[in-house]
């Protein structure tokens, strides 16, 4: 039952979406209900089993799955010719992820109520998005998995060049084009690993039963990393986010920085170092040295800017340098930690997003030094972003202290000399976070009161809902990490058996 | 422990349903209902801790160490896990019994203070949120709770001093406290990592356990060399104080202080004398024993704490805004409480007087000092301005804030009976007892300057004549909700010192068992006699400057026709500049100036480049496909003629 169930996760958005064919686009208000209820129906779903997969801890489950602890376990050939099978299926960490995906749907879905332009197609671009992402963290068939991978970056296109906002097609084009270069690397290296794996087999557990050999490693594990990390805004592959989430509608840029940065991190962990441990041991260290862009550089960058849009992206690509922090570690806290900054980050950007949106909806402009002292018209806005602000520095209980306290702990324990070095510079680097939030929220929220922003509403019953319920996750993880590291350990446990069973790698033999 | 521990959850629920109840539903709707429920909730939270201290101190526990409750918050590996719980021993109940009652009193003194405040709620939560945060740090037992209460309190002040935010002055002020503190706690964060991956542990427990013999011989990478662990547990134990040292402000993190003044006065009262600012000085006596076998790290702690002591004391020689004097003084207090603490090593022996005498200060400090911010406050809230230059003349209008202004500062000024007199008398005690005798010096002047300032201060609000038109006009009475917890703290101020010293003298010793050696030194009866002696001479040239008949108030308060040494001090060493110049050239001009080059230019050039370089590859393909039948034929012909040529090549 639950697994059939878990099967609908994907398919109820595409469904929405020709349920939606008939209705007229003027019909906004029926659009508006019929996807806000197919949201608010996979988050119920999702959240229902997620409960379901909490509730039967580490009881056995399926024989195939294994080396991985997965719930849901379906396999259905698909092209027999190629191999390629239907096989999805959830542990703790997949089950967050999309956990995560459905709560920003959710928010997607409300805060685009006011979006300018063609309605029925916007609801219908962010439900195939919807479709895609929760595709990539259901599937364990490499095949599955790229064609969902690859459907998000085309929605993402056609999205931000319809209905973003200043250089919009310049931001399009460039995030496009970039996320697929990405793809081709990663699809250039899935014909590797399949290959090369000799188990005629795209299953990711198939797969993992064997060792890849060693110069093939060598070289694809690389390639497909640096593939996954594009998507994940890593240096030298991140100069597509700050331009794509500031031309891209709120909605989107809450999507491209909650989950489909997340895709990339999840991927490189899921695929890249699950399935080549070996050569993971090796290149890794040489990608924390990228890290002191993210890390160290990025606050620093956000620190010039000063477009909002601008700012939290540099932020999430801070942030999101943290995970490969914490997957570089390669210790079980470390990857613990980087899946934690995944889902807490996911909420965190959302609610950055989110709040960017409905301020820039009243203000017309995201320029932080035309605004001042709107804090006393929005309250509740207010408080948001600066809730937002907050657990981005990583204030402890919210979810981001949590995560970034199991990352730090977790790269302190991997000795190796470059990843201490950086370890201890993004320790240190928590202090310039906390200089371009406080100065963004001390510039937009406080001090004087321009005149032409008397007139300013606080957000309405929708809005707030949406920041009570990203506020509310972020305080979940944050009070109560227990309950949620348990489940990611039993996930991360295959993992890193996988990766300390590595033998010490012997290049060229 | 005897009584039932349940009672204890209280002390921190309380002010947490306060913070929750008020920030959520009461604040907006009713400013008195939330102001009523936030004093009944401290009051009960205050009941609490006292009967759990009573009970402490009764059962013949004391003054043994217990972990009252514990919770798993995070667990990283078998044993290594970071919990949050309530550790009960002296120190800790101490402050816990400070907290809620100066956090009682505070609220109690804000219905007056923040009556007809456009968001008077939104007061009483922030403050229920600190006071919860500030219990949560000192009831930590390890690190990682430390820490993560650390934060909030952090947070908390930020936005206390921040709350009216619609003044320029208070938005940057509450930045740059957070940000100073920031920066300090990113150095303590990185002293947590380092020392619980050495020790495997953040409980105080087993941190002050440890001994450096067993880590001697393995090595550690600390990425720019290797050491050995050893020495890593004391550059850890460095990183931690570096925490203590920002939250502390103890020079030269000590600017954001002076200028977090910015705040409304109950909020300086309590976070920013009494309690938030010793968390520093509670961190380095809640790991002492740790500190103790760390190195020299003691050392360094006693020479940070005797240098702000005396700097601050310089400083708040000649302001005129009178919580800043405060703030000043709060300072070179805190240097008093964080000095006593390093002084307590000879060679390898550790004694206990400094560890005392530390905690000792820090509870009377509490009482007395807040009881001088309260009262600042209410001057301020009848002059309407922190200005000395307005003030002169309240002793007729505010008989009683008056006399309890009197009690406080003689208790800081170390005149006995009063509470001071008994703290400093040991702090100095301890410097000289540690043969740190500059460092005794120093105290000593110091004592004498305290009590310069503090009688400068006093004499300009009270004596002589009124300076402004409203004082002599007599618009200025006593507010009743104001005047009643000052009244009430004149009590700990005048008495705790008399009535605490046995207390202190039986149950606070640093885990005696776990410190290496034990000195028995010997007491030095003329040092009280110095130190009072010191500070009546300075009472009576503060009384000739600014109260005798004969006094010059103009000249007092002039501060245009000084000299360069006095303005330089007046302008506090023109440390608010140095910090501003840094920052904008070094770390916005210049860090954050590279770093956005290096993005919008050698990034995005890159990335420009690749554009325009398939661009130009699709241009250049572009041409070959031109339409015109005669280049195709040509190109043909001139194709197989190279071909065939070729073939015929030597190579």
């Known amino acids: ?509 | 422990m005897t009584n039932d521990v349940s009672i204890s959850y209280l002390i921190f629920l309380m002010p947490l349903l306060t913070f929750v109840v008020n920030g959520l539903f009461l604040g907006k709707r009713s400013a008195k209902g939330a102001a009523t429920f936030a004093i009944l909730c401290n009051g009960v939270a205050f009941a609490a801790a006292l009967f759990l201290a009573v009970g402490y101190f009764t059962s013949g526990f004391a003054p043994q160490k217990a972990v009252a409750f514990e919770m798993p918050f995070l667990k990283f590996a078998e044993g290594f896990v970071a919990n949050i719980g309530l550790l009960v021993d002296p120190l800790s109940i101490m402050m816990l019994v400070v907290v809620t009652f100066i956090a009682f009193m505070v609220n109690i003194y804000s219905v007056g203070y923040m009556r007809g405040d456009r968001a008077e709620g939104r007061f009483f939560a922030l403050l229920s949120l600190f006071s919860f945060s500030m219990l949560g740090l000192v009831a930590a037992t390890n690190l990682f709770q430390m820490f993560i209460f650390w934060e909030l309190v952090g947070v908390s002040s930020y936005l206390l001093i921040g709350f009216w935010y619609h003044k320029p002055s208070a938005v940057s002020a509450s930045k740059q406290a957070f940000i100073l503190t920031r920066f300090a706690d990113s150095f303590f964060l990185l002293g947590i990592v380092l020392v619980s991956y050495v020790a495997q542990s953040f409980d105080f427990f087993n941190l002050n356990g440890l001994t450096l013999g067993a880590f001697a011989d393995q090595t550690i990478n600390l990425g720019v060399m290797e050491v050995s662990k050893a020495t890593a547990l004391t550059i850890g134990a460095v990183l931690i104080f570096t925490g203590g040292w920002g939250k502390s402000a103890m020079f030269p993190m000590h600017i954001w202080l002076p200028n977090a003044m910015e705040g409304p006065t109950p909020v300086s009262s309590i976070i920013h004398s009494a309690t938030m600012v010793v968390a520093g000085v509670y961190l380095v006596a809640r790991l002492f024993p740790f500190f103790a076998i760390c190195g020299n790290t003691l050392t360094l702690i006693m020479w940070v704490g005797a240098f702000t002591m005396v700097f601050a004391a310089v400083i708040a020689c000649t302001q005129k805004d009178i919580k800043r004097i405060l703030a000043y003084s709060t300072l070179s207090q805190l240097g008093y409480m964080m000095f006593a603490l390093g002084t307590c090593k000879i060679g390898d022996a550790v004694f206990t007087t400094g560890w005392t005498a530390s905690t000792f200060h820090i509870f009377t400090h509490a009482f007395f000092k807040c009881s001088l911010f309260l009262i600042a406050g209410s001057l301020i809230h009848q002059v309407h301005t922190n200005d000395l230059d307005a003030m002169g003349g309240l002793r007729k209008k505010m008989p009683i804030t008056y006399v309890c202004a009197l009690i406080s500062v003689l208790a800081i000024s170390g005149i006995p009976p009063f509470s001071g007199f008994f703290s400093k008398d040991e702090i100095i005690l301890s410097a000289f007892q540690g043969h740190h005798y500059a460092v005794f010096g120093l105290a000593v002047l110091t004592s004498g300057l305290t009590t310069f300032y503090m009688f400068r201060l006093f004499f300009l609000a009270f004596h002589g004549k009124p300076r402004s038109e409203s004082v002599a006009a007599g618009h200025v009475h006593e507010d009743f909700a104001m005047t009643l917890p000052i009244a009430i703290l004149a009590v700990p101020a005048l008495l705790s010192g008399l009535l605490a010293g046995g207390l202190f003298e039986h149950y606070f010793v640093p885990g005696k068992l776990m410190v290496p050696q034990l000195l028995q030194l010997q007491e030095a009866h003329w040092i009280p006699y110095v130190a009072v002696g010191v500070a009546v001479v300075s009472l009576l040239i503060a009384w000739v400057l600014y109260a005798s008949p004969k006094a010059n108030i103009n000249r007092a308060l002039d501060d245009v026709n000084r000299s360069s040494i006095y303005k330089t001090i007046y302008h506090k060493f023109y440390f608010d500049e140095m910090y501003y110049c840094v920052v904008r050239q070094f770390v916005i001009g210049g860090i954050a100036k590279v770093a956005r080059f290096i993005q919008d230019y050698i990034v995005e050039g890159i990335v420009a480049f690749v554009v325009w370089f398939f661009h130009a590859l699709g241009r250049l393909v572009r041409t070959a496909q031109s339409g015109h039948l005669t280049f195709y034929l040509g190109t043909l012909i001139v194709g197989v003629i190279l071909w065939r040529f070729i073939g015929h090549l030597p190579f």
């Open chain 1, 1 to 509: 039952m639950e697994t059939l169930l878990f099967n609908l996760i994907w398919l109820i958005p595409l469904l929405t979406v020709i349920v939606c064919i008939p209705v007229p686009k003027t019909n906004t208000k029926l659009l508006k209900g019929i996807h806000t209820f197919s949201g608010s129906l996979v988050l119920a779903l999702v959240g229902y089993l997620t409960y379901f997969v909490y509730a039967q801890g580490s009881a056995a489950v399926h024989e195939s799955a294994a080396p991985l602890l997965l719930r849901f376990f379906t396999d259905i050939p698909w092209l027999q010719a190629f191999n390629v099978h239907y096989i999805v299926g959830a542990d703790g960490l997949n089950m967050f992820l999309l956990l995560l995906t459905a709560v920003i749907v959710w928010a997607g879905i409300l805060v685009s109520y006011n979006i300018k332009g063609n309605q029925k197609v916007f609801f219908a671009l962010i439900q195939m998005l919807a479709t895609s992402v929760y595709g990539v963290f259901m599937s364990m068939d490499l095949v599955l998995f790229f064609v969902f991978y690859e459907m998000e970056a085309l929605c993402m296109y056609l999205m931000i060049a319809g209905y973003g906002s200043g250089n919009k097609d310049y931001g399009g084009k460039k995030l496009t084009l970039t996320l697929a270069f990405g793809s081709s690397m990663i699809l250039a290296t899935l014909f590797g690993i399949y290959f090369e794996g000799g188990v005629n087999s795209w299953s990711i557990m198939e797969l993992s039963k064997v060792t890849l050999p060693m110069e093939f490693q060598m070289w694809a594990f690389p390639l497909m990393f640096m593939g996954f990390a594009v998507s994940s805004s890593l240096f030298p592959f991140h100069f597509w986010s700050p331009d794509g989430h500031a031309s891209a509608p709120t909605a989107v840029s809450m999507l491209a920085a909650g989950v489909m940065m997340k895709m990339g991190a999840y991927g490189c962990l899921r695929v890249a170092m699950f399935l080549m441990p070996e050569a993971a041991k090796i290149w890794l260290p040489y990608v924390v040295l990228l890290l002191i862009f993210n890390v160290v550089l990025g606050p620093f960058i956000a620190l010039r800017h000063k477009d909002l849009k601008y700012i939290t992206a540099y932020s999430s690509i801070s942030h999101l340098g943290l995970i490969f922090l914490g997957l570089a570690a390669l210790t079980p806290v470390g990857l613990r930690g980087a899946s934690l900054q995944m889902i807490s980050h996911g909420f965190l950007t959302g609610l950055f997003f989110a709040t960017i949106g409905m301020i820039y909806e009243r203000t017309h402009t995201r320029d932080i030094t035309q605004m001042g002292g709107i804090m006393r018209k929005i309250p509740f806005l207010g408080v948001g972003f600066v809730i937002a602000g907050f657990a981005g520095l990583g204030l402890p209980g919210f979810s981001g202290f949590v995560a970034e306290s199991n990352i730090f702990i977790g790269a302190f324990q991997q000795g190796d000399t470059i990843t201490r070095i950086v370890t201890i510079l993004a320790i240190l680097s928590i202090t310039t976070t906390a200089v371009y939030i406080l100065q963004t929220a001390n510039r937009m929220l406080h001090g004087n009161m321009p005149a032409k922003y008397e007139s300013l509403t606080d957000g309405c019953f929708r809005e707030k809902l949406v920041i009570v319920v990203l506020v509310a996750c972020l305080l979940l993880i944050g009070v109560f990490p227990g309950w949620i590291s348990d489940l990611l350990d039993q996930s991360i446990a295959p993992i890193f058996a996988k990766i300390s069973q590595a033998a010490a790698p012997v290049v060229g033999g």
